[in-house]
Structures are given as structure tokens and as C-alpha cells.
């Protein structure tokens, strides 16, 4: 690290429609330094790598790199590659239908001399870059036919095929990855940071960035909190100023005594998993914890009725049923708030009032005329009791924080008032005020007897929140955790039994 | 019963209407405004606008393109277009024609007859599109050209006359000093209106444009809606087959043609997004109202009918363009 800085953040400020994602960040990034960014979910740090990397225009601020004495900035994606600015975003973003080779190449695809592809010098650079990673993989392989961690490796190692560096942002480099394979990716940090590339690392493992980081800078609420260097902080330090309060607080919620068993899912398979099986009882918050990819979600899509079931068995109260759709599945008394609202939980371009009736107007309508007396008042209660925060129930969806959003879905949900409750990714853009309250709403469903299934990829909730919990890799059920088991474990055990391999032939 | 949570985060940016700015951005408001300007000038401009006879004309064009205009408005809502409408209401118009002039049937089972065509016609396109995953513009494009061809066929490419005298007088006849087809689209535009805002389906097709997904994951059966909405958008397109019967007093093969350019325009001049999800029926009826008057008033001021063509699709355009940049504002 030299004392020359390479990138000027300075006073970033973004909007969007009734949220304000970012509230004025400053900071400066050394050459050769490596830089953590830590934040609880939704507190901006991938709006701020959208708006390094021109992907979003800032409302106010600018961003500069110094390129050889100048400064610039760039104004799209395209402009930042030119740039030397590289970003691995958090999903993997190759093109899933061409091979290892073709991606390595995209846009500067060797020729031979009639012109043609030149496959032969393709899969030879390849080879070079695939052995630096050790990857061990045919370069001819295509990249949908790989396992995700592999595919997430293709992503990282793709860096490195570009020239002139300056810079390069993984974002949740190693929420996929296996430990071998984290090593690897270290061991690239270093040789980047030893040829003077500068690295901003986003990562929710506070030890990785212990580890590999030089600095960090800590963001809470789309706010600027500080940047100290690694070596004058540790994890308690970090989770307090993130949080802004001890972490073990947001999660301590009253949990009771399990009732009777509500919902009892036997030998399922289905696409993308296979033979899982679990019960679920009054008043408990089950969990289901595993990395992207290994099927928690596809499971709960299959119990809502939503994806198709190859084999299995599911009860509700006892009673076998069939779910052949997600309206069987409400009917029986099952609420699903789906991992991505805006695409199925929410009809984005309506209003409060609609998309808080939409999943129980048969309840309030008599021949397929609506009460719309009812209809309102519903709204409205719903909208005090648990805080949507909305001028008005004639509001557009679509202008509501993350957070107010989420919450039009749990009221939603809690229209029809289902037993069963299935919670898939709950916080996810979220701000720390409304997770708190969702949790809260979380611990009041539990104390009128619901049954809670929270799916979360973040560790420190699933661990907080669950009273039991089943771990999942690969499409297979890897750990149940029973009450007194869960108790004993730390994010470590569990991280490890969702990081088991299985033999792909056998899904 | 859940209790009150204190509330924690920020306040939500205020998004309503305010000021006078703002209401004259509402698209109803403003296309009142420009059709009572159109309506002062020609009033003033020219001598045969203000007349019986050429208003109680644009009522009644107003009413066959008006209720075609509500129909594609539903179809618009759910996410869908329907390429098809014009050729529905050929059919419709040929099969009421045929009824009573070649098959010796009475008004009303020449009537049954036309719209119970249609409905099928409507549910065919509801088939292609659901059942085999055919894009609404596609499919319906399809059934347009099939439906063509079928008039040609069956009218032997000729002009069928020949309607009852009883069944066209409905047609010249006022009620109230309103043609009787105005007072048709009237009633048809407030059902409509209620069946959008009272029934379950009409908010059913509110969700299905708002996302497939979000309305099969809240458990609205997405066939039911489909079907329910083309075969209802049929039967409207079935009744002004027979509006359009008795008015022209027979049935031509080309009945019908272009009504799906002014259709669809009037739902989009009237607020309705082709991405899905909006629309309205008062939009659409001023929107229709806007559409013909502005040929009317063009012919009045002696502009020919080709450049007439010209500024009513210049209107279109401006009109989408207007509502593309309110949404980039809205973000």
C-alpha cells in the first residue's frame, strides 16, 4: 500500500422514490489497500458499488479514480471497465449458457486468420487462468452445468483476465464458496494488492475481512459511520457500530412452548431437491438455513404448491393434503411471503389498499362483489397496526421503502390469518428499524400460535430467530438442529454442515 | 390481537396529487381540456359542427368504437392487447346480418347468435395465449387474420343486406334526445365501471397486469381470469358488431377494420399502460370521445382526410410519449 489515493467518494447521495438509499458517503481508497465494507443488510453498500461503478447515477456527489495523474469519473458500466474499475457483484453474472472459454473471452474473442474463432488459443488461456485458481474444470465446460460455487469462482477468477487494473470490488465474494476455495480467492487479493490494484471486499464474515482487510469502512442506514483500520477494531467493535446497538438484542425475542403439529412434510423431492422432511408446530419459529443455491427456497415454493413435487407426502393438522397450486395452499392456510417481493409478493403498481386485500377478497366479498367499506377498513387497520409507514392506502406500492413494503405483505398474509406462516428471506432490503418490527410482528404471530418457517441466508438472524432448525446443501437436507442441539451451536457448525458435498448424480 | 409497533422508520415521501400543476398533469383533466377546446373551435370555426345532425353523428361513432375501446381497456389491464377486436365485431356484424337476411331468423337469435360468436372468438385468443404460452400480440394477430379471411368466405366477399327495418331503426332512434347506441355505450361504460371496481374479477385483472407471478402466488387462478376476460371482451365486441349492423344496415366484409388502432389508442390516451395493470373506463370513454372528434373536426375545417390520418396518429404518439415521461418522473 503507498500513500498515493486512487479513488475520491465524495459526499454520495442517492434517492429513490420514497427512500433515501444513501445519505452523503466520503472516503478515500489508497493504492494497494484493501478495504472492507461493512453494513447490515439495506444499509447502501451495494448502492454505493452501483454508483462507483456507474451503474447508478448519483442524486448528488461524485466518484473519481486517478488514471495516470488525471481524474475521472465514469458515467456507465462500460466507462469503468475502461477505467480499470472491476466489480463482482453479489449474483453471479456470467452468460450461464456459453462455456468457461467463451466468458474468459467475452468481447475480445481470439480470431485465426480466416477469421474464425480460434478455439485452440481460447481454451489454452484458459487452461493458464483455470490453473491459477485452481479449479481444476474442462475451459470447455458450460457454465449452467456447473455446481454454483464453481460458477461463482468462474465469476472471480474472470478478473483476471482484464488488463490494466485499478481497482475491483467483490461484493459477498465467499457467501458461495467453500473454505479451499476462500483461500484461493485470498491469495488473489494478496497478488492484486502486491501489484498496487486497490480492492474494496464487502462481506458479512467479519473474521474475512480481520483476515484479508487493510481498512474498513463501516456504513449503517445509507450513512457514513467511519473507517478505521483493521488492526484497531474487532468483531464486537464492528457489530456494535453497524448495529448501533449490541447485535444480541434485535433478535432476542419471547418464544413459548410448541403446541400441536401443524404442517408435516415426508420424503419430498422435487427439481432441485431431494427427500426432505420436517414438521412444523404451533408457535415455533422453524428455520431453514443454507447457502444460495441449496434449494430452501424451491422447497417452500413446492410446499406452497407453487413449483411441482416429483414424490412426498404433506399434512396439515394431521390430514394428508394435495398442493397442486398456491391457491389450494391458501386455502388450507398457508401464507408465503416469497424471497423477492417485487416480483411475486407484491403487485408493485397498485396501492396499499389492493395489494393488502389481494390475498383474501373472497373473505370479504359476496358473489364476487367486493365490501369495499371492508376493503378500506382493513387497509387502514392494518396500516396503524403495524406501522406501514404511507401518506395513504391509495399510495403506490412501488413508492414505499424496502421495509414498509415488506410489511404491506405481512398484512397481506395476516388478512387471511393463516396458521402456517413461511418467511423466505423476510429482512432482505430491509433498514434495522423495520427488521426490528418485523421480528417483533415475528414474536406476536408465534405467541398467537402460528407456526413460523423463517428461511435466512443471514446466519446471525436464522440462529437468533430459530427455535429449531434444519440446514440444507446442495439440494439435500444436511442438519436438523433440535432445540437443545441449536442452542449449542455457533455460525461456524452451522456454516459447516451447509457447506457438505454431495455427489451431484444423486439429486 | 397484534399490538401497535412504535415506529421507527423514516417518514414516507409524500407522493400525492398537490397543486394546480399537478391535477393538470392527470390525465382525465387534461383530456377534458383539450376535447372542450377542439369542441369551442369548431364551434366557432365552423358552420356545420354545431349542428343536430353532426353531433348526434359523433355520439354515435362515439358509441361502436367506445364500447370496442372499454373491451381492449380490460384485455389492456391484464397485460394483454387484442389485435383481433375489429375482425370480433366483423364476425359479429356479418353473423347478425346473416341471421336475418339469409337464415330467416328473428332479431333477437340473430342477435344471440353474433355474440355468442364472439365470446368464442375471445376464448380461442384466451386459448393460444394461455394454453400455449403465445404472446397476446401474436395470437390475436393470428385470430385477426383468420377471422378476416373466415368473413370472406362466408360473405362470399360481398355486401349482406336485407336487416330488419326493426332492427336498423334502433339505430336512427333517439331516446331522450340521445341516439339509442350512445345510450348503449352509457350504460356498458358505468357496468364496466362497476364490475372494475366492485366485482373480485375486476381486481384480479388489476394483479394480472401488475405480474403473472403475483397473481398466480396469491392465489388467483390465472386460466380463469384469462379466459374470463377474453370471453368478456368478446361479448363486448359481439354487441358492437350488432351496433355497428344496425347502424350501417348491413354487413360488409371490411365491417370492423381499423377499429383495433382506435381502440387501443383510446385506452392509451385514457391512461391505460401497455405494460399492464392500468386503465380506466372513464379514460378510455374520453379517450374515445377525443379520437373522433378530432377527425370530425378536422373534416369540418375542410383538412383532408389523408393528413387527418397524419395528426390523429401524431396525437397517439404524443400521447404514449407523455405518459412514458411521467412514469421516467415517477420513476
Known sequence: MTDEILLKIENIVKNYPGVQALKGISTTIKKGEVRALVGENGAGKSTLIKCIMGVETPTEGRVEICCDGIWKQAKNAIEAKKLGMHANYQHVNIAGGLSIAENYHLGRIPKTQMGLVDWDAMVKNSKKIIDKFHLNVDPKAVINSLPVALQAMITISKISVNENIRLVIFDEPTALLENDKVLILFDYIKELKNQGISVIYISHRLEEIMEICDSVTIMKDGAYVETKKVSEVDKDYLISKMVGRPMADIYSIKHRKPGEELLRVEGLCGKKFKNISFQLYAGEILGFFGLVGSGRSEVMRAVFGVDKITSGRIYIKGKPVQLNNPKTAMLKGIGFLTEDRRTDGLALIQTVELNTNMYSYDMISKGGIINLKKERKRAEEYKEKIGIKTPSIKQIVNNLSGGNQQKVVIAKLLCRDPDILIFDEPTVGVDVGAKEEIFKLIESLIQQGKGVIIISSYLPEALGLSDRMVVMAEGHMAEYFDSKRLKQMNEEDILRAASTIYNQEAL | MMRKLVAISRPEKENQVHGLKNILMRTEVSMILVIALLFMLATFGTKNFFTAYNLTNILKQCAIIGVISIAQ???????????????????????????????????????????????????????????????????????????????????????????????????????????????????????????????????????????????????????????????????????????????????????????????????????????????????????????????????????????????????????????????????
Open chain 2, 73 to 331: 381497456t380490460c384485455i389492456i389491464i391484464t397485460g394483454g392487447i387484442d389485435i383481433s377486436c375489429g375482425a370480433i365485431v366483423g364476425i359479429s356484424t356479418l353473423m347478425v346480418a346473416m341471421g336475418q337476411a339469409k337464415w330467416g331468423m328473428g332479431i333477437l337469435p340473430s342477435m344471440i347468435i353474433a355474440v355468442t360468436v364472439a365470446v368464442i372468438c375471445g376464448m380461442f385468443n384466451a386459448m393460444l395465449i394461455h394454453e400455449f404460452n403465445v404472446p397476446a400480440f401474436v395470437a390475436t394477430l393470428g385470430s385477426q387474420t383468420i377471422l378476416r379471411g373466415l368473413i370472406k368466405v362466408i360473405s362470399n366477399g360481398g355486401t349482406i343486406s336485407g336487416l330488419k327495418t326493426e332492427f336498423s331503426s334502433f339505430a336512427s332512434s333517439n331516446l331522450l334526445f340521445l341516439p339509442k347506441l350512445a345510450i348503449v355505450w352509457f350504460v356498458i361504460a358505468v357496468l364496466v365501471f362497476f364490475l372494475l371496481k366492485y366485482f373480485v374479477f375486476g381486481r384480479n385483472l388489476f394483479v394480472l397486469g401488475s405480474g403473472k407471478e403475483v397473481a398466480r402466488l396469491n392465489g388467483i387462478s390465472i386460466r380463469k381470469t384469462m379466459y374470463m376476460a377474453f370471453a368478456f371482451a368478446g361479448l363486448l365486441y359481439g354487441i358492437a358488431g350488432v351496433m355497428l349492423a344496425a347502424r350501417i344496415n348491413s354487413a360488409i366484409p371490411t365491417a370492423g377494420e381499423g377499429y383495433e388502432t382506435n381502440a387501443i389508442a383510446a385506452s392509451v390516451l385514457g391512461g391505460a399502460s401497455l405494460s399492464g395493470g392500468t386503465g380506466s373506463v372513464f379514460g378510455t370513454a374520453l379517450g374515445t370521445v377525443l379520437i373522433i372528434l378530432i377527425d370530425n373536426v378536422g373534416t369540418q375545417f375542410g383538412i383532408h382526410s389523408f393528413v387527418m390520418q397524419v395528426i390523429t396518429g401524431g396525437v397517439i404518439v404524443v400521447a404514449i410519449v407523455a405518459d412514458q415521461l411521467k412514469k421516467r418522473k415517477a420513476g
